[in-house]
């Protein structure tokens, strides 16, 4: 199975950061990487599909690269609305995996 | 406009099986991909296993012994079925369409 590493665990940002959130493979993915918001309570939202591709309705604040086998989520100049938890999915090889999740707090 | 829906027993007792069931409307399960993901109650996302398309199934390595995934396209659902349930099943399951839509998860009690 390949094994997705998220880091970091948890992270308190003020809203003139830049925020980056990390997920590296274990091996080769071919950028099928994706990105997800989720809010207690809620189902998790999809923000960027295929490492860099932006998910309808996402403000362009948010944006995926990737180096390596490392894929990052930036948000550029967060909004308050932007905390939650963020997920890293990988959908190369069955069965998927999903990093442990980015705990993100604007203070 | 793409929609799913999970229905199934909050409660189930350890040792039985769960019978979970994602309706969809607004697009066809055999041109997309369905998955069913589960988040025990304050932790992480788990990928279950998916349906794809063409009716093959995948399953997580950690479950694939308990769990069953299949479908009935002529009333646009897709069921999940695990058995030997266990406390550390508890949590919230959800479907999704091949990941980008979701349904609004369904919470499952394993208690007796």
């Known amino acids: 199975d390949i094994q997705m590493t998220q880091s970091p665990a948890s992270l308190s940002a003020s809203l003139e950061e830049i925020v980056t959130i990390t997920c590296k493979a274990s091996?080769?993915?071919?950028?099928?990487l994706s990105w997800y918001q989720q809010k207690p309570g809620k189902s998790p939202q999809l923000l960027i599909y295929?490492?860099?591709s932006l998910a309808d309705g996402v403000p362009s604040r948010f944006s995926g690269s990737r180096s390596g086998t490392q894929y990052s989520l930036k948000i550029s100049r967060p909004q308050v609305d932007d905390s939650g938890i963020y997920y890293c999915l990988q959908s190369y090889s069955t069965p998927y995996t999903f990093g442990a999740g980015t705990k993100l707090e604007l203070k | 406009q793409v929609q799913l829906t999970e229905s199934g027993p909050g409660l189930v007792h350890p040792s039985e099986t769960l019978s979970l069931t994602c309706t969809v409307s607004g697009f066809s399960l055999t041109g997309y991909s369905v998955y069913w993901v589960r988040q025990p109650s304050g932790k992480g996302l788990e990928w279950m296993g998916r349906m794809r398309y063409n009716g093959d199934t995948s399953y997580n390595s950690a479950l694939k012994s308990r769990l069953s995934i299949s479908r009935d396209t002529s009333k646009n659902q897709v069921f999940l079925k695990m058995n030997s349930l266990q406390t550390d099943d508890t949590g919230t399951y959800y479907c999704?369409?091949?990941?980008?839509?979701w349904g609004q998860g369904v919470m499952v009690t394993v208690s007796s």
């Open positions: 091996q080769g993915i071919d950028d099928y």
């Open positions: 295929d490492a860099t």
């Open positions: 999704t369409r091949a990941s980008y839509d």
